[in-house]
């Protein structure tokens, strides 16, 4: 059976498939700006964190999602907190809440009474368990960030490409900030379904830096990043169904070796262009 006929024959692979268009959406918009804000190991840091999140509400015998949730979005507010007034260096507030976040995880989760709950898909995704309910989160959270987008684009690439320019621009950018920063959470904990903590960076980062070779807009990277997205992420759900492998490994796989070929590319093109 082909994959075309496999999704419209399976509801999971309808599922799966869906949750891969949403989130490669979510991620081309979020990714942008976590790439021009240069944050990418803010990123890094609010996904690993949420893991304490998923430990926690394993130990309670709650949804691990909406445990990550809280997790991810206390993280955020946390670390932008920490790095402004706190006068912390944001690189050591993110490792601290990255560290301590993944250590509650494996503490909770080893206090569970009983057998320690199968946590591979959280860690390395599995899309093809996403359920309605999550693809009506993820519905929800595009249409959240479409508007976002519509009404404050320009306030969002001040904050992202600089700051004090913001500022002086009268940009409020401490709200900016907090609110991109539970956008950036809200991403994060409803995309680990389909590639899992380890490769959600890539997922969030890669698209957004393709894109970025070949255009500086703002607005058109998130576009196209959220085109790429998309495009890569039904590439690694085909890859799975053929090669029966990880659907997330198989899409970050994709990105990877789509960056590597663009960057040559373009350092090809460019290059001869500098000797004629």
């Known amino acids: 059976m082909d994959f075309i006929s496999a999704i419209a024959e399976y509801t999971f692979l309808q599922h799966a498939a869906i949750a891969a268009m949403l989130s490669g959406v979510v991620c081309g918009i979020v990714g942008t700006y976590i790439v021009a804000r240069r944050r990418v190991f803010l990123s890094g840091g609010i996904t690993h964190a949420s893991f304490g999140g998923i430990g926690i509400a394993y130990y309670l015998g709650l949804n691990p999602v909406w445990g990550a949730l809280v997790f991810a979005v206390l993280a955020s507010i946390g670390i932008e907190w920490g790095s402004v007034k706190g006068r912390m260096r944001e690189d050591s507030v993110i490792g601290m809440v990255w560290s301590f976040g993944m250590s509650i995880g494996i503490i909770f989760v080893y206090m569970t009474p009983g057998y320690a709950p199968n946590l591979m898909s959280f860690l390395f995704g599995s899309i093809l368990t996403v359920s309605t309910i999550d693809i009506i989160v993820l519905g929800i959270l595009v249409v959240a960030l479409a508007v976002v987008v519509a009404f404050?684009?320009?306030?969002?690439?001040?904050?992202?490409?600089?700051?004090?320019?913001?500022?002086?621009?009268?940009?409020?950018?401490?709200?900016?900030?907090?609110?991109?920063?539970?956008?950036?959470?809200?991403?994060?904990?409803?995309?680990?379904?389909?590639?899992?903590?380890?490769?959600?960076?890539?997922?969030?980062?890669v698209p957004a830096v393709i894109v970025n070779t070949v255009t500086q807009r703002f607005g058109r990277i998130m576009l196209w990043a959220s085109v790429v997205a998309v495009v890569g992420n039904m590439a690694g759900l085909y890859i799975s169904y053929v090669m029966n492998v990880p659907a997330g490994a198989a899409t970050i796989f994709i990105f990877a070796l789509a960056l590597i070929i663009i960057k040559l590319l373009h350092l090809y093109f460019r290059n001869k262009a500098r000797t004629q």
């Not at 609110?179 to 809200?186: E, K, N, R, W």
């Open 152 to 205: 404050l684009l320009r306030p969002v690439m001040y904050v992202a490409f600089d700051a004090d320019f913001a500022r002086s621009r009268g940009v409020p950018v401490a709200s900016i900030s907090y609110i991109m920063a539970i956008f950036v959470a809200l991403a994060i904990v409803f995309c680990i379904r389909s590639v899992g903590i380890v490769l959600l960076i890539s997922l969030l980062t």
